[in-house]
């Protein structure tokens, strides 16, 4: 029986990250998949398969709509989508690809097939692929990754087909650009994939139970991204609760109460059902080892991400926090980490969350929600990039810029932004609140002008008492 000092389970951001740290501090890894291909969810049917998508869009909406007021006349404009859809794989190849280098350079194994816990030190992988197919190997472990991802979230009533009840995955390889899409859910992934639809001349309907979009991030970027995506063309249903999903041969019909309880009907050629994640622990035998859930399936570690068998490690999607490809990849590392003996550190309140959509949304630190349900005082600073001259000059000007800081202290305690960039500019914040800076640190801080970044410094400054120069 081969022996490795790490056996990680799962090849998404966190399962491959967590081996390629391994390997660095000299464990002997080995990383089992069951897929075909490494890079789980994320690289394959997840978050770059719909950025090409979210980028190509974007690039055929500019086109169409804003290029003649920059000067630029394109005459016969015409889509081909099934070449975005093309261009959309080559991407996700060539970065599967370059996952398959990164474990050949690092001396790690690739153990194809299901992989599953007999005891704290021991992996059964079920082989898949190949003549092998079908056999099992055995393989001792010094310590156990589990980092299995997530799986699609469905409704009772919403159960998807793959043909016209569909998912995310569907969703990215479509055949032909539909006439007309419904989406159940305003999160990330209903919003992004929406909005994909809805550039390229689709007719989006976005049917969300909250009465906001975003619904689990500030209030102010749901209520700025709406006005955009209103004016992309995107109707947003909110306060309804759908009740029936069902898919005919050419389409489907739904159905839904809004907020005043009458039904609504809605028919399109696809229902797209996004509605979440849930994490995905199918066939790895924790309970034989004595390895708890929590009521959401979730498996249960510790704050150094040890399950209830100290030899075993859980990340990512499979437990609890936000679920975000570079969470995991935190966690990836700090677990090996600690399973070196070092003293890695993690702050889960400074990872920061995006949207993709355009303009993008992103957010680090706590909303003026959670400030005011836990009774911090606090102060707001908020510049709009209608004011910003760079964002002018490319005609990118929805959105602001929010600073939540705290009334005594002016520590940072929560960036919210919406705009060109946004999800480059995070992190910004995300520096400034990990070393605790304040408002009155970025407002002395310089910025190149004319640059989207400055209007963070305007922020802070009105956060420090409307000291804002350019609103």
Same mark, same amino acid.
């Given at each position: 029986?081969?022996?490795?000092?790490?056996?990680?389970?799962?090849?998404?951001?966190?399962?491959?990250?967590?081996?390629?740290?391994?390997?660095?501090?000299?464990?002997?890894?080995?990383?089992?998949?069951?897929?075909?291909?490494?890079?789980?969810?994320?690289?394959?049917?997840?978050?770059?398969?719909?950025?090409?998508?979210?980028?190509?869009?974007?690039?055929?909406?500019?086109?169409?709509?804003?290029?003649?007021?920059?000067?630029?006349?394109?005459?016969?404009?015409?889509?081909?989508?099934?070449?975005?859809?093309?261009?959309?794989?080559?991407?996700?190849?060539?970065?599967?690809?370059?996952?398959?280098?990164?474990?050949?350079?690092?001396?790690?194994?690739?153990?194809?097939?299901?992989?599953?816990?007999?005891?704290?030190?021991?992996?059964?992988?079920?082989?898949?692929?190949?003549?092998?197919?079908?056999?099992?190997?055995?393989?001792?472990?010094?310590?156990?990754?589990?980092?299995?991802?997530?799986?699609?979230?469905?409704?009772?009533?919403?159960?998807?087909?793959?043909?016209?009840?569909?998912?995310?995955?569907?969703?990215?390889?479509?055949?032909?650009?539909?006439?007309?899409?419904?989406?159940?859910?305003?999160?990330?992934?209903?919003?992004?994939?929406?909005?994909?639809?809805?550039?390229?001349? @689709?007719?989006?309907?976005?049917?969300?139970?909250?009465?906001?979009?975003?619904?689990?991030?500030?209030?102010?970027?749901?209520?700025?991204?709406?006005?955009?995506?209103?004016?992309?063309?995107?109707?947003?249903?909110?306060?309804?609760?759908?009740?029936?999903?069902?898919?005919?041969?050419?389409?489907?019909?739904?159905?839904?109460?809004?907020?005043?309880?009458?039904?609504?009907?809605?028919?399109?050629?696809?229902?797209?059902?996004?509605?979440?994640?849930?994490?995905?622990?199918?066939?790895?035998?924790?309970?034989?080892?004595?390895?708890?859930?929590?009521?959401?399936?979730?498996?249960?570690?510790?704050?150094?991400?040890?399950?209830?068998?100290?030899?075993?490690?859980?990340?990512?999607?499979?437990?609890?926090?936000?679920?975000?490809?570079?969470?995991?990849?935190?966690?990836?590392?700090?677990?090996?980490?600690?399973?070196?003996?070092?003293?890695?550190?993690?702050?889960?309140?400074?990872?920061?969350?995006?949207?993709?959509?355009?303009?993008?949304?992103?957010?680090?630190?706590?909303?003026?929600?959670?400030?005011?349900?836990?009774?911090?005082?606090?102060?707001?600073?908020?510049?709009?990039?209608?004011?910003?001259?760079?964002?002018?000059?490319?005609?990118?000007?929805?959105?602001?810029?929010?600073?939540?800081?705290?009334? @005594?202290?002016?520590?940072?305690?929560?960036?919210?932004?919406?705009?060109?960039?946004?999800?480059?500019?995070?992190?910004?914040?995300?520096?400034?609140? @990990?070393?605790?800076?304040?408002?009155?640190?970025?407002?002395?801080?310089?910025?190149?002008?004319?640059?989207?970044?400055?209007?963070?410094?305007?922020?802070?400054?009105?956060?420090?008492?409307?000291?804002?120069?350019?609103?």
């Amino acid at each position: 029986m081969k022996s490795y000092d790490l056996v990680v389970i799962g090849s998404g951001p966190g399962g491959y990250v967590a081996a390629i740290r391994a390997a660095q501090l000299g464990m002997k890894t080995a990383l089992v998949e069951k897929n075909e291909t490494l890079g789980g969810t994320c690289l394959n049917v997840g978050c770059i398969p719909s950025k090409a998508l979210l980028d190509s869009s974007e690039h055929y909406h500019q086109a169409q709509h804003q290029f003649a007021e920059h000067g630029i006349k394109v005459d016969a404009l015409k889509l081909d989508f099934s070449q975005m859809i093309a261009r959309k794989q080559e991407v996700v190849d060539q970065t599967v690809a370059g996952i398959d280098f990164l474990m050949d350079k690092n001396g790690i194994d690739v153990l194809k097939g299901a992989g599953s816990i007999l005891d704290a030190s021991t992996v059964r992988v079920a082989k898949s692929g190949g003549k092998k197919s079908g056999g099992t190997v055995d393989v001792k472990a010094g310590k156990i990754l589990i980092a299995t991802g997530s799986v699609v979230a469905d409704l009772p009533f919403a159960k998807p087909d793959g043909k016209r009840i569909i998912t995310s995955t569907e969703a990215l390889s479509l055949k032909s650009l539909p006439k007309k899409l419904v989406v159940i859910g305003g999160g990330v992934i209903g919003l992004e994939l929406g909005s994909v639809y809805a550039r390229l001349g @689709t007719e989006v309907h976005v049917i969300e139970y909250q009465d906001a979009i975003l619904p689990t991030m500030d209030r102010t970027l749901g209520k700025e991204l709406g006005r955009s995506l209103k004016k992309l063309g995107m109707k947003l249903h909110l306060g309804h609760a759908v009740k029936s999903v069902k898919g005919a041969a050419r389409n489907v019909t739904v159905l839904a109460d809004d907020k005043k309880g009458v039904e609504q009907t809605f028919k399109a050629d696809y229902c797209l059902v996004a509605v979440g994640r849930k994490a995905y622990t199918g066939g790895l035998g924790l309970g034989a080892v004595g390895i708890t859930c929590d009521d959401r399936g979730r498996i249960e570690v510790n704050a150094d991400l040890q399950t209830s068998v100290p030899t075993i490690y859980a990340i990512g999607d499979v437990v609890a926090g936000a679920m975000l490809a570079h969470k995991a990849e935190e966690e990836g590392v700090y677990a090996v980490e600690h399973m070196a003996g070092q003293k890695p550190q993690i702050d889960h309140n400074l990872i920061p969350g995006v949207v993709y959509t355009w303009p993008e949304v992103a957010a680090v630190g706590r909303s003026e929600e959670e400030l005011k349900a836990a009774g911090v005082e606090y102060r707001v600073g908020s510049f709009p990039f209608k004011a910003s001259g760079r964002a002018r000059a490319s005609m990118d000007t929805d959105g602001l810029i929010k600073v939540l800081v705290d009334a @005594t202290t002016d520590e940072i305690l929560g960036v919210h932004m919406v705009g060109a960039r946004a999800a480059d500019m995070i992190h910004e914040a995300v520096v400034a609140m @990990t070393y605790r800076a304040t408002a009155e640190d970025i407002s002395r801080m310089c910025h190149a002008h004319p640059t989207f970044s400055e209007a963070i410094k305007e922020a802070a400054l009105a956060a420090t008492g409307n000291r804002a120069l350019h609103v």
